[in-house]
């Protein structure tokens, strides 16, 4: 099954490896494929529209690129939508829960942060435009690692939690969305170093059952090799390095730093192939501050994914 074939797909790895930039790039993939996509940040992140240059406005959708929204959950927005969905009423809302007294008792409610926020696009997922989904795909990029577990795991949580009742009901529903692999796909993003490799085996292994949803592995921020043959650079280098004067030893120098990456970038992308799913490099721009033109550069390397 084709990745923007999905009704959503949560994106998340390692703190810092390229998250919003891969979720960035799958959702402008689908939109310039012709299909109207949301982007959530979770968590009250809003990197998003400064990507694309363009002044966010929080909980709202902004339109970032054609047909490419972006809108930043926070689970305090969240909560106050589902409590007045289900109140109809939003100043019984903010009577019951802004209080001093029932305030900390949510904070207290184990992933209810996570559940509610996993709710919401859930919701999102559902709404109707014209008479079909607002939404065609709705890309999530999800909290890191450890924290984007908890997330997925917490409508499953709250059902245990809860047994009966309507917030099993919800949760369970939610669940059911997450956990079908028909209309959810997972996208975990790698670096080719050490930590973030073993943080994403450790995510995969304890993925558990919905292992089965990671439809792809990218390995962001892969430097090109330095020659084009390096099997023939290696044979000829001894030779070269004699001849050389001290600028040229210096050239063979970095070369051999640059060939030794590279080898273990070809090192990384087998331990990640080992886990399964596909893998997809994307490569590194030696640039700061990414904007819209550095994505639609980087696009290709998503197109196999
Ligand atoms: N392929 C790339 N080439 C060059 N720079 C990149 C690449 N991918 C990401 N970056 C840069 O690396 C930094 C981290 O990327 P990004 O913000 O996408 O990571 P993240 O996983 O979302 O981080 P966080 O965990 O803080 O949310 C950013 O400055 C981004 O522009
Ligand atoms: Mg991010």
Known sequence: MKLLDRRVVLVTG??????????????????????????????????VPALFRVAGRGYDPVEVAPRLHTLSITSEAAIEDYVVMQLHFRRLYKLVFRNRVVGPFIDA??????????GKVFDLERTQLGGRPAWDLIVVDAPATGHGLTMLASPRAMMELTIAGP???NARDIAALFEDHARTALVLVSLPEDMPLKETEELYQRL????EAVHGL???EVHP???????????????????ADEA???????????????????DARRRLQALGPKVVDVPF????????????GLLPAVEAL
Do not use: M, W
Not at 18 to 46: D, H, M, N, W, Y
Not at 208 to 211: A, D, K, Q
Not at 250 to 263: F, N, P, S
């Open 225 to 243: 090799a330095p020659v084009p043959d390096p099997a023939l650079y290696r044979t000829l280098a001894p030779t070269l390095r004699e001849r």
């Open 218 to 220: 990218v390995l962001n």
């Open 14 to 47: 390692k703190g810092g490896v390229g998250k919003t930039t891969i979720s960035a790039l799958i959702a402008l993939r689908a939109a310039r494929a012709g299909k109207r996509v949301l982007l959530c940040e979770t968590s009250g992140v809003t990197q």
């Open 109 to 118: 409610v184990p992933g209810l942060h996570d559940l509610i926020q996993l």
């Open 208 to 211: 558990g059952p919905l292992r």
């Open 167 to 169: 917030f099993h009901d």
């Open 248 to 266: 040229g030893r210096e050239a063979l120098a970095i070369a051999d730093a640059a060939l030794l990456r590279t080898g273990r970038q070809d």
């Open 285 to 296: 721009l030696y640039r700061r501050d990414l904007g819209p033109t550095d994505l639609s």
